[in-house]
C-alpha cells in the first residue's frame, strides 16, 4: 500500500466539503476515522491518523470548532464542525 500523504487527506476534506456545499447544508461534523477510513489505510498499523487530524485542523476557519478532541489531540475521535460557506 502506498503512503497516504498530507495532500491525500486534504483532497478528500475538500471534497467532502464540496458535496456538502452541492446539498446545500450549513454544516457537517467530520470525524478523523471517518476521513481516515474514506481514504484507505485505517485502522491498520501503519495508520496517519496524526496526519489526518493536523490536515483537519489546519483547514479550519474562523466559524469552524472543534467538537470532540481526543486527549492527545491527534485521534481517531476528533471531530470537527465545518461551516459551509
Known amino acids: 500500500m502506498e503512503m497516504i500523504t498530507t495532500e491525500v487527506f486534504t483532497n478528500e476534506l475538500t471534497n467532502i466539503l464540496n458535496e456538502a456545499k452541492l446539498k446545500g447544508i450549513s454544516y457537517i461534523d467530520i470525524q478523523s476515522r471517518d476521513l481516515h477510513i474514506r481514504v484507505g489505510g485505517y485502522p491498520g498499523k501503519n495508520h496517519r491518523m496524526p496526519t489526518c487530524c493536523t490536515v ?30
Open 56 to 85: 483537519m485542523k489546519k483547514m479550519m476557519k474562523s466559524r469552524d470548532y472543534i467538537i470532540n478532541q481526543p486527549p492527545k489531540g491527534l485521534g481517531a475521535t476528533l471531530v470537527i464542525r465545518y461551516y459551509i460557506e
